[in-house]
């Protein structure tokens, strides 16, 4: 298998799935601590034991079956090249990149306290008004998680508008990255499973994975 992680000379790259696993929840589990060490390296490192010690936490034997679980899973896989975190600001790379994240090119970033960082599609009234709203639907959730998540077993923290065939008109996403809440409003339906999605967290990871936002 030419992308096992165990093949000499292959580099630590993480999958959009992993991505999407990494900040869909804030419970911490020993694959989200992984991915997230993977996401605030600058350089997707070059697989060693030491390195799969390191970024689970486990001794040798441990780590080496963890790291192989991981990828048998596909939220990890090996690669011949090294990829390189984003190195435009956020404000530079938001737009473009958001626009690849909904099939009608329309998603907004906001953060925890109702205030947009990026745009892309919508106009500045509406990003500011579905900023806001993202704010208003994490209390929601907070107040109710117990039912939600709890009695109700409903793992997924994300809301939507949808039509009468079901289908998202917009939807909010929560990104948790460090201690800190983004949400993702996606208009349409999210194209999460692509390189542009990993580049956005792997962006945010680098700039907030070990900062807290006052609020």
């Given at each position: ?7 000499e000379n292959l580099h630590l790259s993480i ?77 530079r790379l938001l737009p473009k990149l958001l ?112 900062i807290e936002i006052p609020v």
């Amino acid at each position: 298998m030419s992308e096992y992680i165990l093949t000499e000379n292959l580099h630590l790259s993480i999958t959009p799935a992993g991505t999407y696993y990494a900040v869909q929840d804030n419970a911490e589990e020993p694959g989200r601590l992984f991915l997230h060490r993977l996401l605030q390296e600058a350089v997707t490192p070059l697989f060693t034991v030491d390195v799969a010690c390191e970024l689970s936490g486990y001794k040798k034997k441990r780590a080496l079956e963890f790291v192989h679980w991981m990828q048998e899973a596909g939220l990890i896989l090996g690669q011949e090249n090294s990829e390189t975190a984003p190195e435009k600001t956020l404000e530079r790379l938001l737009p473009k990149l958001l626009r690849t994240l909904s099939d009608e090119g329309k998603a907004i970033l906001a953060e925890s306290r109702g205030l947009y960082l990026g745009s892309a599609g919508f106009t500045h009234e509406a990003a500011e008004e579905l900023a806001a709203l993202s704010a208003n639907l994490t209390a929601v959730y907070a107040r109710h998680k117990e039912l939600l998540h709890g009695n109700l077993g409903y793992r997924q923290r994300a809301w939507g508008l949808v039509d009468a065939s079901g289908n998202s008109e917009v939807g909010f996403w929560p990104l948790y990255i460090g201690q800190n809440r983004f949400t993702l409003i996606i208009g349409g339906i999210p194209q999460f499973n692509q390189p542009d999605f990993k580049r956005l967290v792997w962006a945010l990871e680098m700039r907030y994975g070990n900062i807290e936002i006052p609020v």
